[in-house]
């Protein structure tokens, strides 16, 4: 094949390589600083297409002469005939454009704010094009500047899922005033083992509906998707692949009533966002560490620790699942004397007693993870001192619930609602206690004062 390029002509062995090569040129005009307005290459073979760059890619379109010539930027040529392109063959009967990479995305960091426990990304793309999120990977292609702002939500929510489908990551509610977002790249978290990738799609909600996306591509780490509206969007799946990409996360927290303190152990799939983890776990130290692995989905692992006294492991064994939605518990809980500076922390595959992951970890004094706020330290404290008088005297638990649930495990929330009476509702609220940190204690101390707040003022001696 055999290509024309501005007024030069070179050779290629197919028409990729020379787009190759045309765009390497376009690199180096840009280089030097050589404007370039319009540029054209044509092939001399069979099919006579017109490949026009311009921002942000190459586009197919049809010829009309097996004898084409380059003209100058601003000149223009009748078109008496057509012959269609298709994307993998020369059969098709429409023209069509064929998507070739042309610059990688612009990688922005994002302005993050939380609000009410939720974690709110925002940022400002400048031009049209494609703009990728340092913090959570999603990459937007623009058709002109715009805002967009992003945040997760529930998949229980009071849409159904189609049936087939299952969620394959985050649910994510996606807005930009300026509606110029026409694709969004979401990361997945997917090994391909097979030349199949059809079991992956975007769930679009809108109104309590629910339509599947068909993608226009799926690559190794993302799953693009054509939008004409924004609402909540995310990845599904109508196949559990075995093996995912994963992520182990960890988090120190002290109890305040001991002298021990718990290393929290995550396995979570890789499109986890790390931020709603930490959110999920404010008031405890996350401790960073090269946290990539493969895990496999429902296969049964275990944490080891080399410190052969001074710390205890629960549970002794988890099943890992592919699925995880905006509340994050941990996978394990190793429980830790305060005079523990550093540990090695490994994760073992049951099944073939393999390592899968594993690292040397710095764990921060007690003076910083007891650094909390006071009055945060204050209100964790009333809780833990009043445990029994609250338990006794606490007779609204449910409308507490409601506004605790987000912080609390979806199966706690139901076990407290089941009990038959305030005393036992009121205990099982103190047991899912322990999973968190002083900040659930602190929020619940809140709440209750808005609730009981002639019980609160007793307690605290204030008549």
Known sequence: MSYVFGWCRFHSWGHDEGLELATEIIE?????????????????????????????????????????????????????TSQ???????????????????????????????????????????????????????????????????????WDGVFQIPTGWMPA???????????????????????????????LSVAHVTEN?????????????????????????????????????????????ALAEDQERILNVFLLPSNVLLSQVQEDQRGNIHIPTASVCTLTH??????????????????????????ADVNFYPTFEVFLYMDVKDASVKLMDRKRDTEMWGRKVKLPGCEKLLNQPLEIQQNAEFVDQ???????????????????????????????????????????LYDSFRSKGVEVKSRFFEILKNIHPHLVRELHGIH
């Open 209 to 253: 509906l629910v339509d599947i996306l068909s993608p226009l591509e799926v690559t190794d780490t993302h799953v693009t998707v054509s939008i004409a509206g924004l609402s909540l969007f995310g990845l599904i799946t109508s196949w559990l692949s075995p093996m995912v990409h994963s992520q182990v996360l960890l988090f120190l927290r």
């Open 386 to 428: 009043h445990r029994v008088a609250l338990i006794e005297r606490v007779m609204l638990v449910d409308p507490i619930l409601d506004q605790l649930s987000p912080l609390i495990h979806p199966e706690a929330c139901a076990r407290v609602r089941a009990a038959a009476t305030s005393q036992e509702k009121m205990r099982l």
């Open 298 to 323: 429902e296969r049964e692992y275990s944490v080891r620790c080399d410190i052969e006294e001074k710390h205890y492991i629960q549970p002794e064994k988890e099943r890992f699942y592919r699925f």
């Open 28 to 80: 180096r005009f840009q280089e030097g600083h050589i404007p370039i307005i319009h540029i054209v290459v044509l092939s001399f073979e069979d099919d006579y297409y017109t490949y026009t760059v311009g921002p942000p890619r190459w586009v197919t379109r049809a010829k009309e002469s097996p004898h084409p010539t380059v003209l100058p930027s601003g000149s223009t040529t009748t078109s008496t």
């Open 169 to 199: 990551g985050p649910l994510l509610d996606i807005k930009c005033p300026q509606e110029t977002v026409c694709e969004i790249k979401f990361p997945h978290c997917e090994i391909f083992t097979e030349d199949r990738r059809d079991f």
């Open 84 to 154: 269609p392109v298709d994307r993998s063959t020369t059969e098709s009967t429409e023209e069509t454009e064929l998507d070739l990479p042309c610059e990688p995305p612009s990688i922005i960091t994002p302005t993050v704010k939380r609000e009410k426990g939720q974690v709110i990304y925002s940022v400002v793309c400048s031009h049209a094009g494609w703009f990728q999120c340092r913090e959570t990977g999603l990459m937007f292609r623009m058709k002109d500047m715009g805002k967009v702002v992003y945040s997760t939500a529930k």
